[in-house]
């Protein structure tokens, strides 16, 4: 499978971006699909994770009630819709294809190449 992100760019505070991930295939084996984020210096987190199974969702704190995940899989796309953006927000944010691990862990293990997202006050 391969992902390919867009979307991301530059905006202020308080601004809007929609990011978009295509994938080649529905993933039959999965147990999601996901956002995370990587800024300078810190590691790799996940920001929002949507499952394959029931279409669950789950977001990390810091973007609650500010950012949704959405899929379309007829159109295989995973969206990401981000309001009220923070200085904070800024990083490379990636698309994931999300498997358990061998802990039955859903985590990312197929990742695109990032797209990066700028936010300034």
């Known amino acids: 499978v391969q992902l390919m992100e867009s979307g991301g760019g530059s905006v202020q505070t308080g601004g809007s971006l929609k990011l978009s991930c295509s994938f080649s295939?529905?993933?039959?084996?999965?147990?999601?699909m996901g956002w995370y984020r990587q800024a300078p210096g810190k590691e790799r987190e996940l920001v929002s994770s949507?499952?394959?199974?029931?279409?669950?969702?789950v977001y990390a704190d810091s973007v609650k009630g500010r950012f949704t995940i959405s899929q379309d899989n007829a159109e295989k796309v995973l969206y990401l819709e981000m309001n009220n953006l923070k200085t904070e927000d800024t990083a490379v944010y990636y698309c994931?294809?999300?498997?358990?691990?061998?802990?039955?862990?859903?985590?990312?293990?197929?990742w695109g190449q990032g797209t990066q997202v700028t936010v300034s006050s």
């Open positions: 949507i499952s394959s199974r029931d279409g669950s969702t």
């Open positions: 994931a294809a999300m498997f358990e691990n061998s802990a039955l862990i859903c985590e990312g293990q197929v």
């Open positions: 295939q529905y993933i039959f084996s999965g147990c999601g």
